[in-house]
């Protein structure tokens, strides 16, 4: 790979994930404040997420894989998405929001797995290439959330400022958008070839669910999904009602703890078994949201912060783990299928039950305009974490250590590929 391509595709992945990080972390915040949305509203505009993981395949198989050149695809999805979130900005009622932000999520999905195609195509040795490149798109999404706390449009009193997090993210998905036209061809891989509705949603894989442990494993990843969607919507409007400062910059701190333990993974596999991989990864979803209920602004401010930290462990842990015991099982022949039946089945269905349950309980436990009893809400996912937990503890019985391979790739639902 030359030096040109490497910085062509560092800065494909960079922009990528700003993008992303610019508006989703503090949207919530901005639906609540501004919009005046309720919990459920809330819940329903990052539920969007998951309607866009079901139907990106759809695209990906129907479209890029078929038809048109990765890049060229990846440039217009990201040119019409730019548009949407500057007219976004025009929009003064959630009623008029949602079926923009739906339309831009639907587009926005699939350029995770084309960034990672346009990458791949241009590497020789992606177990060795492919890490220095997609990590500038984790510093892309921390870069995002400092840039939105230097410039206060994350201060307490002032969140319709976070208005500004939408320009900011449409101007890079333009920049990026005319960008991608100058990035190495990579022609469609399935030109000319058949591809069955089964292959596009990975049901070629259905049959790993014969495995008791592994369907125990998928159902547990289902619902471990409904806890993340309370972090994912609520977690920064709950930081900003408890007067934490910096709350976008703070929750960074989670990217930065999700890459270090990306790093360590290796090495605890060489100890561990596949089960207390998956059950330390479950046991921290819990503690993190006990942590957020007994954790405030003042003395108790650490229980904050830990619970952001805890991110690395929670998703790591889990769902990296998951996706190299999912890898392990399903063979060459239906490794992609395998991938892609457990992310629709995760940030498909999973989050899309988790986001629509999380609004709902907040709006339950609404005090007034501008509190909730935040302590009673976080209970709610530790406690369906720990449910699961102790399901998975009782019913799970593969205990084998998962062999690792060299430059193992793993897919990272709703972010990317990264390098173990």
Not at 123 to 149: C, D, H, Q, Y
Not at 218 to 234: D, K, N, T
Not at 401 to 420: A, F, H, N, S, Y
Request: aromatic letters at 14%; one cysteine or more.
């Amino acid at each position: 790979m030359t030096v040109t391509t490497r910085v062509k595709l560092s800065t494909m992945m960079f922009l990528e994930f700003f993008i992303w990080g610019a508006w989703f972390v503090t949207m919530g915040t901005y639906l609540t404040k501004t919009l005046s949305a309720t919990g459920v509203e809330n819940g329903n505009a990052y539920a969007t997420q998951s309607w866009g993981a079901i139907i990106a395949p759809f695209i990906i198989g129907l479209i890029a894989d078929k038809f048109f050149s990765a890049q060229k695809v990846l440039g217009v999805l990201h040119l019409i998405g730019g548009g949407l979130l500057l007219y976004i900005t025009t929009i003064t009622n959630f009623n008029a929001f949602f079926p923009v932000i739906l339309v831009y999520m639907v587009l926005y999905m699939p350029t995770l797995a084309l960034v990672n195609s346009v990458a791949f195509r241009q590497m020789s040795n992606p177990s060795k290439e492919f890490a220095p490149i997609r990590v500038l798109g984790t510093i892309g999404w921390i870069v995002a959330g400092i840039v939105i706390s230097y410039l206060n449009w994350d201060k307490q009193g002032n969140e319709a400022a976070l208005v500004n997090t939408f320009k900011l993210a449409g101007f890079a998905s333009l920049a990026l958008g005319l960008f991608s036209f100058t990035l190495p061809a990579t022609p469609p891989a399935k030109a000319g070839q058949k591809v069955s509705f089964r292959e596009i949603i990975g049901l070629d894989a259905i049959g790993l669910l014969k495995n008791k442990s592994y369907l125990i494993f998928f159902l547990a990843s289902v619902a471990i999904c409904i806890p993340l969607a309370f972090y994912y919507g609520f977690a920064n409007p709950f930081f900003a009602e408890v007067g934490m400062k910096a709350t976008t910059v703070t929750q960074s701190l989670g990217q930065v703890s999700e890459t270090l333990f990306m790093i360590l993974i290796p090495l605890f596999f060489v100890r561990l078994g596949v089960k207390k991989m998956l059950a330390i990864g479950m046991i921290a979803w819990a503690i993190r949201y006990v942590l957020f209920a007994y954790g405030d602004a003042g003395s108790n401010y650490w229980m904050l912060i830990g619970g952001i930290v805890l991110h690395g462990i929670c998703y790591d842990f889990f769902f990296v783990t998951g996706q190299i015991y999912t890898d392990n099982l399903a063979g060459e022949k239906f490794k992609s299928a395998a991938q892609g039946f457990i992310t629709l089945a995760t940030y498909g269905v999973g989050m899309l039950i988790g986001s629509i349950m999380a609004g709902k309980i907040v709006d339950t436990y609404k005090i007034s305009e501008t509190t909730h009893n935040w302590q009673s809400i976080w209970l709610i996912p530790a406690g369906i974490a720990a449910v699961v937990l102790v399901v998975f503890l009782l019913a799970f019985k593969d205990t084998n250590q998962i062999q690792t391979k060299p430059g193992l790739d793993i897919e990272e639902p709703g972010t990317g590929r990264v390098e173990v």
